[in-house]
Every structure is written in C-alpha cells, then in structure tokens.
C-alpha cells in the first residue's frame, strides 16, 4: 500500500521526486571548471588567430571558389591571349598585313561597277558629275561612260548636276551610295578643267582592305584626262600608256599585342578583380545571414578581431591572385606585364582588389541577404564598367573640376581603371618602354592629372577609408547581430576603459528611424505576477543590489517596427506589433528559470533581448549589474553568458571540435586547456564519435547537442537555452537534461521549451508568458496548485473482483461524492479517476486514512494521488490569454453541438452559454464545457466539449454577444462566454 508515501509527495514536495532523482544521478558530472579567462590584447590575439583558421578552413574546404578566386587570372590571360591570336590570324588574311615585295602595276584601270564597294547602299551609282549645262562636257561624260575598258557604263549607273554644290548636297543625303564624282569646267575652247572627289578613308572588312586612291580615285582621273585629251584634240582614238604602282613593303606588325590588352584589358582586369569582392561580400552577408555573426558577437567576439582576421585572410588571397595574373600574364608575353614594371603592375591589382574587399566590407552593413549579395555584387561591376568607359576623359582631363576629380576618385574602380590606360599608353607605341618602378611618378603627357604614384597614393587612402567606414557601419547600423552603438560611440571614454557597463545609452541610430508606439502598463492579474513585479520595482527604487540575483527585469517591452512592402500598384504597411509588454521579474543565481509559452508569446524575444540581439523598445534589465541597454554593458555581459539559440547556429563545413575550439578561443578560455575542455564537452554531449565529422551532416539532435555544448563553453555565469532539447529522441534528451541539472551549479540558467516534462524536471522556478505578458511565476507545485483543476486520484482495483463491476464498484463512487463531491472523471474495470477540487485539501487526510481502512470491502489494490500536470496549467494559461486577445480583438471559432447547433465563441472560452436553450426546467439555459488543445502550429483548438448542462444560477456572463441567432437553415447562434469555476 502507497497511499501514505504517495500524499506526503503531494504535500511536501518528497525528496524523491523525479527532478530530484535526476538530480541526484547527474551530481558527478559536469562540475563548473573554475578557470580564467583571457582578456584584453591576449583575448584579441587568439581571437584573430582563431577567426583567421576559421576563413582558411571554410575557403580550403570550399575549393573550387577559392582556386577560381586565385587562379582565375590565368582564364582571363588566356580568353585575352586567345583574342590576341584571333586578331593576329585575321590582321594576316589582310593585305595590308602582308608582304609586298613585287607590287602589281595598275594600267588604265577601268571605273568599278559601283557595288564592288565594300561597303554600298542600293542602288548605287558608279559616279556623279557636275557641269551638265555644257554640251562639251556632256559629250566628255557619254565618252568616260562609253569607252569605260571592258565594261561600258550604263547611263542609269550615273548622276549629272548643275555644279559641284549640288552633288556635295546629294552626297550630305545619299551616304554610301556613290564611289566618287566628277567636276566639270569649260573654260574656253581649248581649256577644260576638271577635279575628283572620292571618299578618302581607307575601309577594311573581313580581312579586306579597300583603298579608295587605287579603287576609285585613279581610276576616275584616267578616264576624265583621256576624253578630255581626245575632245580638245578631236581625235576619238588619242591614247596613252598609263601605269600606278604601289610600293613594296613589309607586313604592318608590332601593334597588335598592345591593342588586344587595350581593347579587353581594361574590362577583364575590372571582371577579374571583382571576383573577391563578389566573393566576400557573399561570405559576409552569408555569416550575417545564418546569423553566425551573431552567434560569435553573443560570444563576446572584438570587432577588430572579426574584420582584421577576414581582411588578413582576404589580403592573402588578393595578393595570390595579382601575383598569379602578373605571372600568367608574364608567361604568354604580353608588353602590358613585360614592359611595365612587375612592381607598378603586381601593385596596382593588388591595391585594387583589397579596396574592393574593404568596400565589400562597407555594402555587407547593408545587405542581409546573401542573394542580394550577388546582384549588388553584379550591379557594382556594371558602374564599374560604366565609370570606367568615362574615366579616361571624365575627370582626369582639363575642363573638369579638382573637386569633381576627388570625388570620382573615391571611388577605386576609377582610379584602377586611369591606372590601366597609363600602363596600356606607356607601351603601346613600338619601341618605347612601358613604366618602370623609378618612372612611377614622371608624367607622360602633357594635361597629366593621374600618375602610377598618384594613383597608389589614392587607392591606399581609398582602402583605409572604406575599411574605416565599414568598422564604424557595423557599429552603428542596426543589423541582426546585436544592440547598435551610439553614433559617436568612438568619442565616449567608456567605450575604450569598458566601464560604466551599467549606464543606459541611448542615442542610436536605431533610435533616430521610425517610431513605436509606447507600451501602455498593464497591471498583472495574478497575485504571483504583480507580486514579482512590486518586488523587482521596489529594489530598483531602492537601488537594492541582491547578491543572488542573476537578472533583474525591469518592464522589458519590445514592438517590432511595422514594415512597408512595396507591390506592383500600392505599398503594404504592417503595424508596429507588441511582442514583449513589460515584463518585471528576478531570475535568481544557482537556479534554472523555465520560461514556457505558447508559440509568439514572446519568450525568444525576451531571450534575443537579454542577450543583446534585438535592442529594446523600453524598461532594461541588469545580468549580474550590467545594463542590456549599455554597449559596454552588453560587452561585459556577452563575457559571462552562453546561448543555445532556438535555431542552430553552425557552419556547415566545421565539424564539432572544430566548432567548439573557434568559440572556446573567442570566449578567451587558456589555449593550453581548448583542447581538454572541447573533449570532455564533446564526450557530456555524446559526441565524440563525430568530433571530427563536418556539421553540415549532423541530424538535427547532433546539431542541439553540439548547440548545448558551445552554450556551456567557457563556464558562463548565465545559460540561455531556446528550446535546447527539440528534435533529440527521448534517450538523448534525457541525458542532455543530465547535462543540464548539472551545469545549474554556479550559474543561473534561462530555458525556453514546449516539454512539460522538461519543465517539470529542470525547472526550479517557472514563468508562463502569453500574448507577450508573463502570466504566472513560482514553482512547478506552486502552479499546479494554483491553477490546475485539483489532486487526480487513480484507485485501481482487485483482478478478480470483475464480474460485476459496476455495481461493485457504486459504493466507492458514492464514498467520493459524499465525502468529496467528487464524481469520476475517467471509469474502467480495472481503475477509477477522480480530480479533487483543491478546496478539499483539508479533507484530505482523513479521507485517505478513510479509505485505506476500507479498502478491502471497496477491493482496492492502489491508490495514486498527484497535482494536475503541468500541462493542464499551461493550456489554462494559454487558453485564457487566447480569450483575452479573441474577446478584444472579436476571433471566432465555431462549436459544433452534437443537436447540429453551431455555436460561435471566441478562441479560448471555456464555459459557453447556448442562447435559446432557456426553459422551465432550466431557466437559465444550458451550457457546455469546451475542451481545448494547441494544433501543430501551436495555435488553440477545439478538441471535444461536455454533455449539456444546466447553467447554475450565480454564474455570471463575461462575454455577452452582439446577436444571437445568426443562421436561419442550420441554426447557428453566438455563444455567451460563462464566469463559472466548477470547483467554487
Ligand atoms: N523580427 C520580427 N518582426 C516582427 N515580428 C516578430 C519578429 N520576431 C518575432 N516576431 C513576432 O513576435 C512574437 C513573439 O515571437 P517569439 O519568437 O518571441 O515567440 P516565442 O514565444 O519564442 O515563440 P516560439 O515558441 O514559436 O518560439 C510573434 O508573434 C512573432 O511573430
């Protein structure tokens, strides 16, 4: 018999309850290591140092980006190469690229058919003439056309004008569509004159050069002089020899290289130092992204370390990769690498491309999403390549202003780009040599504005200044990875002594951009709550400083700034919404404080609040005297916490050792004790079999164990866990909550979770939250007590006291309902339960000495007696915040009745009164019990509801509706929500 043992557990919380066996089993495990941590340049050394192995493991592990970052230059020398021999090739089929050693003679060539043009409109003309008012010159012009060898001209293939200023207009409004033309002047009987026009610019196309003097011009002067001649002598058959040969020559060379790197150079040099910045700025905002920033500045990572150990590592690969573009360059003999110095060259990529980094560093405050990233990335690439199409005139040309020539300078793509046309110019004529190192400074032309030295000056100035820019954004702007600083934050002294951590600050630019609306104070229902809150108000009047509170919370309120979507036609504004209402409470030292809710009630807001990740809207909290609201005090305080996040926050390409020794190292624990301490972390989190396995192939309970272990790194004085035990089978979890009871000693521990179970056996003190308020505040039993339905007794009966068991087992249901006015809420052959109401508790002992005499004629075999669960407390708490907000903001669900009535009742409602179910028997109507229970998303649902029953008559309504009768087919009626407790 158990009846005694089991009461006492009721009453006095016996010394063998579930979390106290726990307890006991952990209690030689995980003992805090008393330690000290490193501080100051020491931590900011081995933070580098850590974060730097960190960018060489993700980029060695990530290959093919970071060997296309390195090695790309020898694609783009090649794609420049491969143009260059194309170009070369082509330049050969042409004929002024080839050797004349034996020039053909031109004799009395014949006027050409004018589409023998390369380039020609229809139709065409073979010639125009001019001085069609004289009979003589008419006649000239029939001969040319006539006597034209081997081809006479049709008269449709030519144009005659008055003068040449007629055939000047024609030609203004006829392009391309004439080779040339004739002027014609009788001056007298035995002189005429006449010129040639013919377009002079030498045209090329597919290898083929045409040369008007040859093609057109020759051809049209012998034909005018010899009908000239025969007219002036009158003898048609005059004639002469005529010959016009050309010199012979060598092929045209040398210019070809020089113009394949000055036609691509400039934009594939531009492609190619954009890779690292594309590449960076996609790793920035992709640790921004997974929120792995934040995970390291929860950490308590230095800024300079972060940036310095990405920028050291990037510095690295940039100069890897000018150096291997140099060489390949080098090595397929272009004069741009061999005739310029390898220094002037080698350093003006290099600048460049860490520019680049830098300015990657700076758009990284602005972009929080990596697929953003790229297209920033792109868009950059392509005002590079814009600017850089002016560049060369604009500004860096006289007419333009100083001021103009500063600002487009700030801008590196600019000034790299000058830089590669002086070094194109300074050898591209043959024979001359490009720029050495000592030359860097002379100045080649005469309006020189840029020289090599000017221009490493410029990117050297640009590079710290982004840089600088970047640093200062990452401080200031408010982004996901913690409470941005005030604007001049670099002013104040605390910032560099790191004290006052317990100053409010305010003042950042967070505070400047949008406004909220103010938390209106809501006074706490329950006695606990306003309790708590009177308490933790009175010792911030007082300026109490209680020794064993961890964290004080002082009206912690945050609202969520509504946010505007721009669509195709209108913009969407959501409103500001309240996640956290102020929220007053002590979370004591050397205890775990479970924090349970329903989904949104706000418990990882006030978790991201406490450690830093979203600033407050109003009130603060003190962790061990240090200010949430203070940049130093959040830095004093990032020292001394550890957090599991609700999600986990890792790399996909670092394996667990690798995990826990990046954030042992940033923590500041000795190096000498990383190692010993990451095992035995490893080993309490059963996981040393995949110490060395990257997490990005972890199960979704490695990743919370491995989450478990970084929170409990470096002996932190206060543990946040955001649901630590999600996705662990029941094996695991229990061992993690091992873990847990264990790491309680010397630490205060904040824990979030959905487990009654969990809660029930970890926590030492337990908050509810709702809808953004905490609800209730004390122990699991305190809970119970207070707000689930009573005691549940279990009374199991005899086995072969069956054959009749519903008569037999009469007389024990009327012993509870006499003694009690219990009836049984749960009736089956082999047991019985019964809730006893807890206004009954004074009863109770008597009672069970009652029973235990009786409990042969009753053929009891056991009797089991406990609280409510935990769990019935929780769906109280979360149905009547449910009620609270449906009431007020009018949600409705609708309650089928088994009669086919549908009634509509606010979320939540527990007693509902069916309207115009009123009679003589029940003046009052009837009413039903609605059973409640959370869906999958965490939201309330109907589960079932009691039989019909009278409405008692001192219940009053809470909720009366609008209107009653809604449905005229099926009827449909509007509930009226019921103030009825059936224990009272
Ligand atoms: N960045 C945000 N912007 C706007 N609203 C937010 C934001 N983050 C959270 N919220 C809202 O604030 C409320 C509280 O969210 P929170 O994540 O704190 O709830 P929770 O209690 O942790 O819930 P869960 O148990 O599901 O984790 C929710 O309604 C949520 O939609």
Known sequence: MVVGFLFNFVINESPLSTKNKRTRKASNRLLPLIMTLRGGLPLLHQQFTALFKKNLLLSWRNKSATCLQLFSSFFFILVIFCIQEAMKANDLTSTRHKNVTDPKALVSPPIPPCEDKLFVRLPCYDFLWSGNQSRRVTDIVSAIMTNNPGRPIPSNKVQSFKGPEEVDSWLLSHPLQVPGALHFAEMNASVISYGVQTNSSSVKRRGRVEDPTFKFLVPLQIAAEREIARSLIGDPKFSWGFGFKQFASPAISGTVTTSAISIMGPVFFLAFSMLGFVTQLGSLVTEKELKLRQAMTMMGVFD??????????????????????????????????????????????????????????????????????????????????????????????????????????????????????????????????????????????????????????????????????????????????????????????????????????????????????????????????????????????????????????????????????????????????????????????????????????????????????????????????????????????????????????????????????????????????????????????????????????????????????????????????????????????????????????????????????????????????????????????????????????????????????????????????????????????AFMTFVIPHDKEKLLTRFFEELQEREHEFGISDIQIGLATLEEVFLNIARKAELES??????????????????????????????????????????????WQQDGSGSMCISGHSPDMPIPENVAVLHEPSSQVLGLGQRRVRGTVLDYEPNN
């Open 886 to 931: 449906a009431t007020a903001e009018g949600t409705m669900v609708t309650l089928e009745l088994e009669s086919g009535i549908l009634v509509e009742i606010p979320v939540g409602a527990r007693f509902v009164g069916i309207p115009g179910t009123e009679n003589a028997e029940n003046p009052r109507g009837v009413m039903v019990e609605v059973y």
């Open 304 to 829: 300079t370390a972060y940036w310095f150990s990405w920028l050291t590592w990037e510095g690295i690969l940039t100069f890897v990769s000018s150096l291997s573009l140099v060489l390949f360059g080098m090595m397929f003999h272009f004069s741009f690498f061999l005739k310029n110095s390898f220094f002037v060259v080698f350093l003006l990529f290099w600048l460049f491309q860490l520019n680049m980094i830098s300015l990657a560093f700076v758009l990284s405050a602005f972009i929080s999403k990596s697929s953003s990233a790229t297209t920033i990335g792109f868009l950059v690439f392509l005002v590079s390549f814009i600017t850089q199409i002016v560049s060369d005139s604009f500004p860096y040309s006289s007419g333009h202003s100083v001021t103009s020539r500063v600002v487009w300078s700030f801008f590196p793509p600019n000034t790299f780009s000058k830089g590669v046309q002086i070094l194109i110019e300074a050898n591209s004529t043959p024979g001359v040599s490009g720029i050495s190192w000592s030359e860097r400074s002379v100045c080649r032309s005469a309006a020189c504005f840029l020289t090599m030295n000017k221009i490493f000056i410029w990117l050297s100035g640009t590079f710290l200044f982004w840089f600088l820019l970047a640093v200062y954004l990452d401080n200031i702007i408010p982004n996901a990875s913690g409470v941005r600083k005030f604007v001049f934050y670099f002013l104040k002294p605390s910032y560099w002594t790191g004290k006052e951590g317990n100053k409010v600050q305010e003042g950042s630019i967070c505070s400047c951009i949008g406004s909220v609306p103010p938390v209106e104070h809501v006074t706490p229902e329950d006695q606990d709550v306003l309790e708590e809150e009177t308490l933790v108000k009175q010792q911030a009047i007082n300026g109490t400083d209680d020794a064993n509170i961890a964290v004080q919370i002082h009206g912690l309120a945050k609202t969520y700034p509504g946010t505007t979507k721009l669509g195709c036609c209108k913009c969407k504004k959501t409103a500001p919404f309240q996640a956290i209402k102020g929220l007053w409470m002590n979370i004591a030292k050397d205890q775990l404080f479970c924090l349970l809710g329903p989904n949104g009630a706000g418990k990882t807001t006030t978790i991201s609040c406490l450690t830093g990740i979203n600033p407050v809207t109003a009130g603060d909290a003190l962790i061990y005297g240090n200010s949430i609201r203070s940049s130093v005090g959040m830095s004093n305080i990032r020292k001394m916490i550890g957090v599991c996040p609700q999600f986990d926050i890792l790399w996909d390409a670092l394996s667990s050792e690798e995990h826990l020794h990046l954030f042992a190292s940033i923590k500041g624990l000795p190096p000498s004790s990383i190692k010993s301490i990451a095992e035995k972390l490893l080993a309490d989190v059963k996981l040393t079999g995949a110490a060395k396995i990257r997490a990005g192939s972890y199960s979704g309970g490695m990743k919370r164990r491995l989450s478990v272990a970084i929170a409990l790194i470096g002996d932190p004085k206060l543990v946040f866990l955001d649901e630590p035990t999600t996705g662990m089978d029941p094996i695991t979890r229990r061992h993690v909550w091992d873990i847990i009871q264990e790491s309680k000693r010397g630490r205060a521990i904040i824990l979030t979770t959905h487990s009654m179970e969990e809660a029930d056996i970890l926590g030492d003190r337990i908050g509810i939250m709702a809808k953004g308020r905490l609800r209730c505040i004390g122990t699991s039993i305190r809970l119970k007590s207070r707000f689930g339905t009573g005691f549940i007794t279990t009374v199991s009966f005899i086995e072969n006291k069956n054959d009749d068991a519903k008569t037999s087992t009469e007389p024990l249901k009327s012993f509870f309902k006499e003694r009690l006015k219990a009836e049984p809420i749960e009736d089956k052959k």
